[in-house]
């Protein structure tokens, strides 16, 4: 259950979506009830709009809206470890390569379809095979998935895999028959699932609304819905919730969360698990040369951003693998634009430097600061603003070259998140190929558990951060939403998920 899972997490949201044309016509008039004193829908202004619904397909940061409607296998609970509380409900490693997992049972998806361990497997089979399967890199090592009843999938892997309940709290269950008649862009536009909530309409390029599910297996929602909406400059989210437009405006930077503060809102502020960070492309020029990609490295200064761009509001952060906010990395590389501007030289490198716009607080001003600090040890910066969508898949289709900034979201609390997802080969980032950091990666997994595992994950992002510099940590955000007057239970964790649930005005 939703709030099961997000109970003692009030944190800040992650921003979502590609960024499109402002979407705000739908925001204000009807509240969604007839009686001011009865439950209300609740207004929601995201930064964008999700790019996608489709949970097999769709990045993360959209799970804001999918996420009141499907819902994950497992759960975690406060501390970001998996719990016993969801769809699934039990779980047991019978050897090193055998995992059994137990379904709740008579629980059903919107639709009728029985969410089963059929569907599960389903699920499971296809977040492994699809081609537009975002999470596919994870799933490489299973073997076999089978439902030996309806209550009882069997998963298989190839190899030992520690992690496989971690990776489960990340993957959303999908009806089969529907999702298989519909399509990934047909589910996108009617998602259907086991939530609290049910799809109810969507207006493009303004508003997508849902409704409560009168059938939820767990607790009912205290309000009649959500309407989400979208703005995409931050001054206007504001203004939108000082006239009480919406109820909850996410992502505001430190300037609109300080006006906020003084025109008497609620400002909610938490640093986030969401780390930017500037991946360096080692497959093409310039950075496959390793004196380049060092240079980059020691040029940027990220507690200048912290300071500089973010007022502090921020947490600098010099590592990949340290996935929990408030860890650092054991090794780590430290500012010397000196010794940066040596190892350029005067060879005058261009470099492409990639950015989403308006997808992460002032992401333009971060991109901006890191491209004068390579034009000051001898790089020729080129800016390359791009909505989040088109960024995704150039990067999955390896169609990109230089500096690209993206958010590093660890959706399972596990460093294998990054460390397959990024490092390896066969990654969704392919940036930095390397036979060792595949077979650091591969050993960390099969270690017993996580604990044996951490150290290998410390020795492989010293390895491909720190010697190798295919990537610059630069900062996880201090992220801010503010809420309307009378606003209370938004609940976020920390995982990328929200929970209203308990939402009220």
Not at 175 to 188: A, D, I, L, T, V
Not at 359 to 374: C, D, M, R
Not at 465 to 476: A, Q, S
Request: some cysteine.
């Amino acid at each position: 259950m939703i709030r099961k899972r997000l109970a003692l997490w009030r944190l800040p949201a992650i921003a979502v979506g590609a960024a499109v044309a402002i979407g705000v016509a739908g925001c204000g008039g009807d509240s969604g009830t007839d009686e001011a004193s009865g439950p209300a829908k609740i207004r929601v202004l995201l930064n964008a709009q999700p790019a996608t619904l489709d949970p097999i397909a769709g990045a993360r940061s959209a799970q804001v809206v999918w996420a009141t409607m499907i819902e994950p296998l497992i759960n975690t609970d406060s501390s970001l470890e998996p719990e016993r509380t969801g769809l699934i409900t039990d779980w047991k490693r019978s050897s090193s390569t055998k995992w059994t997992f137990t379904v709740r049972s008579g629980v059903k998806f919107s639709n009728g379809e029985p969410a089963d361990a059929a569907a599960v497997a389903n699920t499971l089979k296809l977040t492994r095979d699809s081609k537009t399967s975002i999470l596919k890199p994870y799933f490489a090592n299973v073997a076999s998935i089978e439902a030996t009843d309806d209550a009882t999938v069997e998963v298989k892997t190839k190899r030992p895999q520690y992690d496989l309940p971690y990776l489960l709290t990340t993957v959303y269950l999908v009806p089969p028959k529907y999702y298989e008649e519909k399509g990934p862009e047909g589910f996108s536009a009617a998602p259907v699932g086991t939530g609290p909530y049910v799809f109810e309409e969507a207006k493009p390029g303004r508003e997508i609304s849902v409704k409560v599910n009168p059938d939820y297996w767990g607790d009912k929602p205290k309000n009649t819905g959500i309407t989400f909406t979208w703005a995409t400059e931050a001054s206007q989210r504001l203004a939108l919730l000082q006239s009480k437009s919406v109820d909850v405006a996410l992502d505001l930077p430190p300037t609109q969360a300080e006006q906020a503060r003084k025109a008497g809102l609620q400002v909610v502020e938490t640093e986030s698990a969401m780390k930017i960070t500037a991946f360096l492309d080692a497959t093409k020029p310039p950075f496959n040369k390793a004196e380049l990609r060092e240079a980059a490295a020691l040029a940027i200064n990220r507690d200048e951003i912290v300071q500089g761009i973010f007022n502090g509001k921020a947490a600098a952060d010099a590592g990949v693998l340290n996935v929990k906010p408030g860890t650092q990395p054991v090794d780590k590389v430290t500012p010397d634009p000196a010794k940066a501007k040596e190892l350029v030289g005067s060879s005058s490198p261009s470099v492409n430097l990639t950015y989403p716009a308006a997808q992460y607080t002032n992401i333009k001003e971060v991109a901006e600061s890191i491209g004068a600090s390579l034009e000051g040890v001898g790089f020729k910066v080129k800016y390359r603003s791009v909505d989040y969508g088109t960024l995704v898949k150039e990067v999955a289709g390896r169609q990109i070259d230089g500096m690209y900034l993206l958010a590093a979201v660890p959706n399972a609390a596990i460093p294998d998140f990054f460390a397959t997802g990024f490092m390896k080969t066969a990654s969704i980032t392919g940036n930095c190929p390397d036979p060792k950091i595949d077979g650091l990666v591969d050993k960390a997994r099969e270690q017993k558990d996580a604990t044996a595992a951490q150290q290998v994950y410390d020795e492989l992002n010293t390895l491909a951060v720190v010697d190798k510099h295919c990537y610059v940590p630069l900062y996880r955000q201090l992220y801010a939403y503010g809420t309307g007057e009378g606003v209370q239970g938004v609940v976020y964790g920390p995982l990328n998920t929200f929970d209203f649930t308990e939402a009220t005005r």
